[in-house]
Antibody, heavy 114, light 107 residues
């Protein structure tokens, strides 16, 4: 069956970096784009962008340009999200999602606190 | 950017009620509209894709309709397990955007 399994929760200090992984299984990884979605505590969903899993080209929503990097380990069917220079407002759950078909990872809670 | 205005933000209804949730796009989204249900601590679950297509495994009491800028999710007979927050999501134009959510409470 199709699954997206994300890495575990992270506790970071402001200014640090974090890398979140999303491992796909049950389908051909390079056939479908991978999207990233942010959900701050108690808030709604915000689309961050997507990565073309065939070419590796990322596309970022405006609010996520600069400190956010989408990457792939295609041989491992894994998409990654790296956030650098973390700020308190980056505290959120981050989901990977295959929009086509409605498959989502379980989410990764990233807490940024001094 | 396309803004998705979702209403109501909070909805309290009884088991058996017919419930509707609305999303209005700031421009035509050509029926590229999905509906998700999210429960606390879980990932969103796809209910309806492209306006009116029921996702596999979703009960038939859920349905979607709409066109142009106006879209509706209907639950024909509310069940206790339908509590949660519902989001619309347009995937017609970049950047993709979500509605602000409707919290559905069961009376």
């Amino acid at each position: 069956q199709i699954q997206l399994v994300q890495s575990g929760p992270e506790l970071k200090k402001p200014g640090e970096s974090v890398k979140i992984s999303c491992k796909a299984s049950g389908y051909t990884f390079t056939d479908y784009a991978m999207h990233w979605v942010k959900q701050a505590p108690g808030k709604g969903l915000k689309w961050m962008g997507w990565i073309n899993t065939y070419t590796g080209k990322p596309t970022y929503a405006d609010d996520f340009k600069g400190r956010f990097v989408f990457s792939l380990e295609a041989s491992a069917s894994t998409a990654n999200l790296q956030i650098s220079n973390l700020k308190n407002e980056d505290t959120a759950t981050y989901f990977c999602a295959r929009v086509s078909g409605g498959y989502w990872g379980q989410g990764v809670m990233v807490t940024v606190s001094s | 950017d396309i803004q998705m205005t979702q209403s109501p933000s909070l909805l309290s209804a009884s088991v058996g009620d017919r419930v509707t949730i609305n999303c209005k796009a700031s421009q035509n989204i050509n029926k590229y509209l999905n509906w998700y249900q999210q429960k606390l601590g879980e990932a969103p679950k796809l209910l309806i894709y492209n306006t009116n297509n029921l996702q596999t495994g979703i009960p038939s009491r859920f349905s979607g309709s709409g066109s142009g800028t106006d879209y509706t999710l209907t639950i024909s007979s509310l069940q206790p397990e339908d509590f949660g927050t519902y989001f619309c999501f347009q995937h017609n134009s970049w950047p993709l955007t979500f509605g602000s959510g409707t919290k559905l409470e069961i009376k």
